[in-house]
């Protein structure tokens, strides 16, 4: 196989399969004249149409060459194009030549780097579809992420840490600002000594205790708990980790379902990288970043079992990015997020209860 020039695009054009009603991008185009026969784009092609055609074991084969060939020096950029849609068809070959466990281990990587995919009913034969969602439910029933067992770990190794005792003048730029009435946030601004501080904090928590009959105030001590992991993990030069976005959505919802990143290409602007809604170029999933590179797209994913049921939603996503005189951790604050959000801390405010 020649070795292609890694500055020049692998695909023309892309071939589209829509998942859950969103066009992701798959890779496989015509080769360019540059390539040899046997080209990333025609062993795609080569493998897909086996799949199509009902030649299982054929196709099979195909995407393990393929995985091979883009394995040789000079074709890593299209490597990390190929990982997930080379995931998605080693599965379904798998589910049609009825070896369920390993397509579902199969789907199961296929999902971690696309968090978001579902399949249209009647998309694929139902051995495929079956595959799919026994994978989506391992990953929704799992005892846990990486995410939530480092937070729970955090947790147990810090053990009942009590509010501390001085509050500083930014004490409301934490995530607690959500909570805040605007009367509260009026009389706040009045609050000019330590003392008249604590006191207002004090109250603060008082108004929001779920259990006022005892001396704990379980609402208080998670959600500094939570502030103090914020700032564990993202605290920056500019802020402390507790200010941030994504220590607001931690504060208020908890920790994710899973958490993905994936990279910014170099022209892409910090909007268009935080608009974007394409899933396909997510690469690690894990425990929750403190991630200061430049441009890289983190999201969050809060799955069904971890989606509060007053939000009547099936699923939450959060979209952060970090980016060179941009920011850390930016939250796209689109009016979906910006609503969750609020809703979230009126509930939080009327019982007292954190996700």
């Excluded at 199509?52 to 099979?60: A, D, F, T, V, W």
């Excluded at 798998?94 to 999902?111: I, N, P, R, T, W």
């Excluded at 579809?129 to 994978?135: I, N, T, V």
């Amino acid at each position: 196989m020649t070795r292609r020039d890694s500055t020049q695009p692998l695909f023309a054009t892309s071939l589209l399969v829509l998942i859950a009603g969103a066009a992701v991008a798959l890779v496989a185009l015509l080769p360019t004249p540059t390539q040899a026969a046997t080209s990333l784009p025609d062993l795609f092609r080569r493998g897909q149409e086996q799949f199509k055609s009902g030649q299982y074991k054929r196709s099979l084969a195909t995407f393990d060459e393929l995985d091979k060939a883009s394995q040789q020096p000079g074709f890593e950029r299209d490597r990390k194009q190929l990982e997930a849609p080379l995931h998605f068809f080693r599965a379904a070959n798998l589910a049609m030549l009825k070896q369920h466990d390993e397509a579902v281990a199969e789907f199961g990587e296929y999902l971690r780097l696309n968090p978001q995919a579902a399949l249209q009913a009647g998309s694929f034969p139902r051995p495929v579809m079956h595959a799919f969602e026994d994978a989506r439910s391992a990953m929704t029933t799992s005892p846990g992420s990486e995410s939530q067992a480092a937070y729970e770990a955090f947790r147990k190794n810090e053990g009942d840490v009590a509010a501390p005792p001085t509050v500083g003048a930014d004490w409301a730029e934490s995530a607690v600002r959500f909570l805040m009435t605007d009367d509260e946030t009026a009389a706040w601004k009045q609050a000019t000594t330590e003392e008249e501080r604590a006191a207002f904090v004090e109250g603060f928590w008082k108004k929001r205790d779920p259990t006022p009959e005892t001396a704990k105030n379980e609402l208080r001590d998670e959600f500094n708990a939570r502030l103090r992991y914020a700032d564990k993990q993202w605290t920056t030069k500019e802020m402390p980790g507790r200010n941030s976005d994504r220590g607001a959505v931690l504060a208020l919802l908890g920790p994710p379902s899973v958490a993905a990143t994936s990279n910014v290409s170099s022209d892409e602007s910090a909007i268009e990288a935080l608009r974007s809604r394409s899933r396909g170029g997510a690469e690690s999933v894990g425990t929750l970043r403190n991630d200061l590179e430049q441009g890289r797209r983190e999201e969050w994913t809060y799955r069904k079992d971890r989606v509060p049921d007053y939000l009547k939603m099936r699923e939450l996503t959060f979209d952060f990015i970090t980016r060179q005189g941009y920011g850390s951790g930016v939250l796209d604050k689109s009016s979906r997020s910006l609503f969750v959000l609020g809703e979230v801390a009126r509930h939080v405010n009327a019982t007292g209860e954190l996700n």
